[in-house]
């Protein structure tokens, strides 16, 4: 089983409708992460969260929220999508005790807004 | 604002060919460094990461990485690819905070493609 997921993994919406994107994990990590990813353009951090109560904005918040509801679970919600938030959604996270700070990948969600 | 900087947006190489795509950050401070790989379809993967120690890491798949301090890079090398190298390449650099890293700045990612 896959250590980190994210559902749907893929989602045509229209412009306007709320949608969430939903990231689970089993490794344990207290750090978890949301990123974009645009062709071109790298990954870009939306927002992260070192623990159920610490949630911070990352470079490029504008129009996201996000929920943690447990350690193992991070969402991410557009409230009202718009079409240049069509992209590739990965949510990360990472061991507070990994002095390399590495990041754990999940699979990516594919949202496209229309 | 810290940033990354990856000089190849796009790189065509034969088979067996040697690779070098090379990766600057603008921070003055203590780093760690690291080199993503996504294969077509694929989420993002560990090549290698520096964070202390030897400047010259050893990843997978026969990929190395130098840390250059004075230079500010992280280059990424590997002597001899294979078609199955065609990937995105991404090198990311730590953010750190006073709790500790708040995330990774990515670079804009090297398209590599290998022709047979």
């Known amino acids: 089983d896959a250590d980190v997921t994210q559902t749907p993994r893929n989602r045509i919406t229209k412009t306007g409708k709320r949608i969430m994107l939903e990231c689970s994990q089993t490794?344990?990590?207290?750090?978890m992460y949301w990123y974009r990813q645009d062709p071109g353009l790298g990954l870009r951090l939306i927002y992260y969260s070192f623990d159920v109560k610490d949630i911070n904005k990352g470079e490029i918040s504008d129009g996201y929220s996000v929920s943690r509801q447990a350690q193992a679970k991070f969402s991410l919600s557009l409230e009202s999508a718009i079409p240049n938030q069509t992209a590739l959604y990965f949510c990360a996270t990472s061991d507070p005790g990994d002095p390399s700070y590495e990041q754990y990948f999940g699979p990516g969600t594919r949202l496209t807004v229309t | 604002a810290q940033s990354v900087s990856q000089h190849n947006h796009h790189v065509i190489l034969s088979e067996a060919a040697s690779l070098e795509l090379g990766c600057n950050y603008s921070?003055?401070?203590?780093?760690?460094l690291f080199w993503y790989v996504q294969y077509p379809g694929q989420h993002l993967q560990l090549l290698l990461k520096y964070f202390s120690g030897d400047p010259l890491v050893k990843g997978i798949k026969g990929f190395e990485a130098e840390f250059i301090k004075s230079k500010f890079s992280f280059n990424l090398r590997k002597p001899s690819v294979q078609w199955s190298d065609t990937a995105e390449y991404f090198c990311?650099?730590?953010?750190?905070?006073?709790?500790?890293?708040?995330?990774?700045?990515f670079g804009k990612g090297t398209h590599l493609i290998i022709q047979p």
């Open positions: 490794k344990g990590h207290d750090r």
């Open positions: 921070y003055g401070g203590t780093v760690n």
């Open positions: 990311a650099v730590s953010m750190y905070s006073g709790g500790g890293a708040d995330g990774l700045t």
